[in-house]
T-cell receptor
Framework: EAQVTQNPRYLITVTGKKLTVTCSQN?????MSWYRQDPGLGLRQIYY???????DKGDVPEGYKVSRKEKRNFPLILESPSPNQTSLYFC????????????FGPGTRLTVL | AQSVTQPDIHITVSEGASLELRCNYS??????LFWYVQSPGQGLQLLLK??????LVQGIKGFEAEFKRSQSSFNLRKPSVHWSDAAEYFC????????????FGPGTSLSVIP
């Protein structure tokens, strides 16, 4: 089954404790992206990647890191999480580099205390 | 700056009634436009998209949208709403120099009265 998976689905952590949210897609997609969703703000793009070893900043990259060492995986790293990073995070992928239909993962609910 | 606005935060309609969700964008070049739907507790699913050509596009679940360049709008419509259409709806635009960024609007929450 074609899908985008994220782990964990729910995470409660404390300020400053490094964490990684994994994202994997099995559709051989070129483009992958991370978003955060906050009430009243919609989805805001954090980072995106157009191919292996090619990543770029979205609109809200501060406090986040990403890597794309393999085509299928695109982990999101929070080196020192803060409470303002409490949010719902979505990973997405699309076949083409230019904006195309994005397929979204189920989301990761992160709470930073 | 590139942006997407959805003027209606929340809309309530009766089942069987028609629906129009508004979307306005700000983008200098020809936009790539999308509508996504998010059911409660789920990820987002594409309803339809516009890249070029016919300005009236058909999507899944009986939805359609019309691109109006003069009004910078891409409104979503459905002639008869079903209770299962209750969800959050997001308009989005492909942006950036290579259309590699995606900007989402704040969303419109739709409630359907039986």
């Amino acid at each position: 089954e074609a899908q985008v998976t994220q782990n964990p689905r729910y995470l409660i952590t404390v300020t400053g404790k490094k964490l990684t949210v994994t994202c994997s897609q099995n559709m051989n997609h070129e483009y992958m992206s991370w978003y955060r969703q906050d009430p009243g703000l919609g989805l805001r793009q954090i980072y995106y990647s157009m191919n292996v070893e090619v990543t770029d900043k979205g609109d809200v990259p501060e406090g986040y890191k990403v890597s794309r060492k393999e085509k299928r995986n695109f982990p999101l790293i929070l080196e020192s999480p803060s409470p303002n990073q409490t949010s719902l995070y979505f990973c997405a992928s699309s076949l083409l580099i230019a904006p195309d239909t994005q397929y979204f993962g189920p989301g990761t609910r992160l709470t930073v205390l | 700056a590139q942006s997407v606005t959805q003027p209606d935060i929340h809309i309530t309609v009766s089942e069987g009634a028609s629906l129009e969700l508004r979307c306005n964008y700000s983008y200098g070049a020809t936009p790539y436009l999308f509508w996504y739907v998010q059911s409660p507790g789920q990820g987002l699913q594409l309803l339809l998209k516009y890249f070029s050509g016919d300005t009236l596009v058909q999507g899944i679940k009986g939805f359609e949208a019309e691109f109006k360049r003069s009004q910078s709008s891409f409104n979503l419509r459905k002639p008869s709403v079903h209770w299962s259409d209750a969800a959050e709806y997001f308009c989005a635009v492909g942006a950036g120099t290579s259309y590699d960024k995606v900007i989402f609007g704040p969303g419109t929450s739709l409630s359907v009265i039986p």
